[in-house]
């Protein structure tokens, strides 16, 4: 099976842009979850989506938002770029099952925010 | 609110010797605990998970990890390391709740330094 994959690799912004992200998930897998790394506040929770609806948010300010399609491919939107949204980001797959309830995550996105 | 503390950045050992990397956890009810591995300019890999039963928890790579309830700690094991285990570790946490379950929270990261 292919695994998590993130479009595009690499992003360069500038402050005040939008962007939005893109992901799909492994085949069958119905949860997308949005990870924000950074070398300061480290691994952070975005939010997770499952069957097109938000299940789970992190606190992140109202800038950061995500949908997911009915294929479970979902996208993350930052509006209003600043120079401390530059990160990688993250996101995971799972089989929501209560037994196999693992997140694998695809290679991530690398935005720079100049 | 739950929380992971991984104590060390940087964790060095010698190839063959044994490696410890340090995590514990505070969590409300019981916890559902995680080990993933990053290489550079990867992703985070999946490595093992701990929900109920044993212990000791077999993964990939041949790394294990030790549940300690009332030490609430989950350290990461491997009998004997190589230099491509050289990595970042992290530990992460979520409640065992459906709610919250995909939620992780994430330690800080521990860097493994393995010398030939």
């Known amino acids: 099976k292919a695994g998590v994959t993130q479009t595009p690799r690499y992003l360069i912004k500038t402050r005040g842009q939008q962007v939005t992200l893109s992901c799909s998930p492994i085949?069958?897998?119905?949860?997308v979850s949005w990870y924000q790394q950074t070398p300061g506040q480290g691994l952070q929770f975005l939010f997770e989506?499952?069957?097109?609806?938000?299940?789970n948010k992190g606190n992140f300010p109202g800038r950061f938002s995500g949908r997911q399609f009915s294929n479970s491919r979902s996208e993350m939107n930052v509006s209003t770029l600043e120079l401390g949204d530059s990160a990688l980001y993250l996101c995971?797959?799972?089989?929501?099952?209560?037994?196999?309830?693992?997140?694998?995550f695809g290679p991530g996105t690398r935005l720079t925010v100049l | 609110a739950q929380s992971v503390a991984q104590p060390e950045d940087q964790v060095n050992v010698a190839e063959g010797n044994p490696l410890t990397v340090k995590c514990t956890y505070s969590?409300?009810?019981?916890?559902?605990l995680f080990w993933y591995v990053q290489y550079p300019n990867r992703g985070l890999q999946f490595l093992l998970k701990y929900i109920t039963g044993d212990n000791l928890v077999k993964g990939s790579y041949g790394f294990e990890a030790e549940f300690n309830k009332s030490q609430t700690s989950f350290h990461l094991k491997k009998p004997s390391a190589l230099v491509s285990d050289s990595a970042l570790y992290f530990c992460a946490v979520s409640p065992l709740m459906d709610t919250g379950r995909r939620a992780l929270t994430f330690g800080s990261g521990t860097r493994l330094q393995v010398q030939p």
């Open positions: 969590v409300s009810g019981n916890p559902y």
């Open positions: 085949s069958g897998h119905r949860s």
């Open positions: 989506y499952f069957s097109e609806t938000q299940r």
């Open positions: 995971a797959s799972s089989l929501i099952n209560e037994f196999t309830d693992t997140q694998y």
